[in-house]
T-cell receptor
Framework: GENVEQHPSTLSVQEGDSAVIKCTYS??????FPWYKQELGKRPQLIID?????GEKKDQRIAVTLNKTAKHFSLHITETQPEDSAVYFC????????????FGTGTRLQVTL | EPEVTQTPSHQVTQMGQEVILRCVPI?????FYWYRQILGQKVEFLVS????????KSEIFDDQFSVERPDGSNFTLKIRSTKLEDSAMYFC????????????FGPGTRLTVT
């Protein structure tokens, strides 16, 4: 089955700096890669996703890149703000009906003033 | 914006008791999921459900677990005889028909087994 690895497990950046979180996956049939942000005690919230037919996607301060050959994808947050502090999870999924998400182990991002 | 809802928000139960966790998916969604998250760990897939039957289940989803869509709006997860290690946050999610892969998560039910 799919295995998703995520690094780093914790990341501390100063406000205004960039943050990069990296994930690798094992199943070459995976073709959907979402990123979720989870604040303490809250539900995972989708912040950006990418499908395997594109290599990069951007939404304001957030971007995701995908390298299908190397089976890795990354989340980039620019101009970080204190409200970006949360746990970020990457995930991977195949297409098809009711396809499960396989999550990475999470990255705790701390943005300091 | 429509959201997935879950009840209760917190459930405390004794070991060996049965619990039912309830979810109301987004109304036009057809695919339903349960995930769990043990405190401080990653989110883990339990089961997916479509067209009134299980599409896929993980090795965690053993005979103690069952799912049901008893009516047109609710989606339930039953744990028949709870164990201490079932203590976790349980998230329901749903996704719409077609080729949209996005899964929308509910706020979760924190299950504490004592």
């Amino acid at each position: 089955g799919e295995n998703v690895e995520q690094h780093p497990s914790t990341l501390s950046v100063q406000e205004g700096d960039s943050a990069v979180i990296k994930c690798t996956y094992s199943d070459s049939a995976s073709n959907y890669f979402p990123w979720y942000k989870q604040e303490l005690g809250k539900r995972p919230q989708l912040i950006i996703d990418i499908r395997s037919n594109v290599g990069e996607k951007k939404d304001q301060r957030i971007a995701v890149t995908l390298n299908k050959t190397a089976k890795h994808f990354s989340l980039h947050i620019t101009e970080t703000q204190p409200e970006d502090s949360a746990v970020y999870f990457c995930a991977a999924s195949r297409s098809g009906t009711a396809s499960k998400l396989t999550f990475g182990t999470g990255t705790r991002l701390q943005v300091t003033l | 914006e429509p959201e997935v809802t879950q009840t209760p928000s917190h459930q405390v139960t004794q070991m060996g008791q049965e619990v039912i966790l309830r979810c109301v998916p987004i109304s036009n969604h057809l695919y339903f999921y349960w995930y769990r998250q043990i405190l401080g760990q990653k989110v883990e897939f339990l089961v997916s459900f479509y067209n009134n039957e299980i599409s896929e289940k993980s090795e965690i989803f053993d005979d103690q677990f069952s799912v049901e869509r008893p009516d047109g709006s609710n989606f339930t997860l039953k744990i028949r005889s709870t164990k201490l290690e079932d203590s976790a946050m349980y998230f329901c999610a749903s996704s719409e028909p077609g080729f949209s892969y996005e899964q929308y998560f509910g706020p979760g039910t924190r299950l504490t087994v004592t």
